[in-house]
């Protein structure tokens, strides 16, 4: 059984081997793995042992049992759609709403091929529970730490129809009142249960805290990083653009604010016997900031423009009402534009006046002719570098290309440059986050 396994694994770069076969077998010969939900926690817990394996992991696992080969670049979403085996699963739907809506379908499929070994014979609204579950419950329940509970799900409790934001709010009010672990229930984070916070339970759309998921149901996971199973250095596009994003989110928000501590959630969750309660710490920290200057004015940076503004206006909420956007035409001189066509003048002297801790992403190609890059726009780079210390420059031309280009030379070693793929932003954000001296 599954004699072809390691090597197809191993040719997405993983370790396997006869002794995951045999891990595997025992898995199965204790009752362990009975569904394709089972088979891939089991495999993910033998294969994987690093983050950066799970994109491979997944491309592996879905590649081998369900047939569908999502290549570099493509998302898990196109490379479902194009599938033999949604093909087939599509022919079997007999819910018309489902079929109507691409993306409706493919998380329906995902959640019925992720699906744990719970015999689910009934999906209840999650709203009602939610509607007439109390958040200040005393939490009365003094079970023995070392207590197991075994109880079979035979439901699952749908909370897709609330927002993230509103199962945040609720789970840090449960878990100021809650004291022990639990199991089983709908209401406390715990574990096996159908609750909207815990893990190992049948709650989809809810938020699971550490431990195994019960099967991709899960809207938030608090102990894992994303995943993007695209080309991390290819130019950003509409497939890539979320891979982007969530490195754009790893800039240091810097303001006093409230974080989840994972490492902490994680640790005293351990010693409290598998009652992962969210540790919250205070983060003292500047304020975000960011001003974003975009070059719209050639024929050969129209192809990027778009998909840079479609980035960042997926970044407003983040950053609220401190993002701004400017444009320029090939290089900056003394003055930028509020509008994309360009006719609102904004001077560098107004630039230069807002707050220094401002985080600045200049985008262009760089390429122009060498007289353009005059005097007058090399001093506005060395002004806005020495205003704002946390400026990096993204270009949308190949990096190998940089060399050949005067233009980009100089500009490259004014500013900081990052080609503009998920792996160069990562990298941009990785130089915005390093602690510098405004003083310097």
Do not use: C
């Not at 899960?218 to 695209?230: E, G």
């Not at 060399?403 to 915005?432: D, S």
């Amino acid at each position: 059984m599954f004699e072809t396994l390691p090597e197809n694994f191993r040719s997405f770069g993983l370790h396997a081997d006869v002794r995951t076969l045999l891990i595997l077998r025992k898995a199965i010969e204790k009752n362990l793995v009975r569904t394709i939900g089972d088979l891939h926690n089991v495999l993910k817990n033998i294969i994987v042992k690093e983050p950066r394996q799970i994109g491979p992991f997944t491309q592996a696992f879905y590649a081998y049992f369900l047939e569908i080969d999502i290549k570099q670049g493509q998302n898990l979403q196109d490379a479902i759609l194009r599938s033999e085996t949604f093909r087939q699963w599509r022919t079997k739907q007999e819910d018309q709403e489902i079929l109507n809506d691409e993306e409706l379908a493919v998380n329906t499929f995902l959640d019925e091929i992720h699906l744990s070994s719970y015999d689910i014979q009934k999906v209840i609204d999650g709203q009602e529970i939610w509607d007439k579950d109390n958040p200040n419950l005393v939490d009365q329940d003094a079970q023995d730490e070392n207590q197991t509970e075994a109880k079979k799900l035979d439901r699952m409790a749908d909370y897709s129809k609330l927002s993230l934001e509103e199962l945040l709010e609720r789970m840090k009010q449960v878990a100021k009142n809650q004291k022990t672990k639990h199991s089983g229930g709908s209401h406390w984070i715990g574990t096996g249960g159908i609750s909207p916070y815990g893990h190992g339970g049948a709650a989809k759309g809810g938020i699971r805290v550490a431990g195994a998921g019960g099967g991709k149901m899960a809207r938030a996971v608090l102990s894992d990083k994303n995943y993007y199973p695209v080309d991390q250095d290819t130019l950003i596009n509409d497939n890539s653009i979320d891979a982007a994003l969530a490195s754009l989110k790893g800039i240091v928000e810097e303001s006093a604010q409230e974080s989840l501590d994972i490492k902490e959630t994680i640790k005293l969750g351990l010693k409290r016997g598998g009652l992962f309660i969210p540790e919250i710490r205070s983060v003292q920290q500047e304020k975000l900031q960011v001003l974003l200057f975009i070059d719209n004015g050639g024929y050969s940076m129209s192809a990027y423009v778009k998909i840079v503004q479609q980035l960042f206006k997926k970044m407003k909420t983040r950053f609220a009402h401190d993002l701004e956007t400017f444009y320029f035409h090939n290089t900056i001189y003394d003055k930028v534009y509020a509008d994309a066509k360009r006719t609102q003048p904004v001077s560098l002297k107004q630039i230069l006046a807002k707050d220094p801790n401002y985080k600045i992403f200049i985008m262009g190609d760089a390429s122009m002719a060498d007289y353009e890059l005059n005097q007058i726009s090399i001093k506005t780079y060395q002004s806005l570098i020495s205003k704002f210390k946390k400026t990096v420059w993204l270009n949308p031309e190949p990096e190998k290309y940089w060399a050949y280009t005067t233009t980009i030379q100089v500009i490259k070693k004014l500013i900081p440059m990052f080609p503009m793929t998920p792996r160069g932003i990562e990298n941009a954000v990785k130089e915005i986050n390093k602690k510098k001296s405004l003083s310097s």
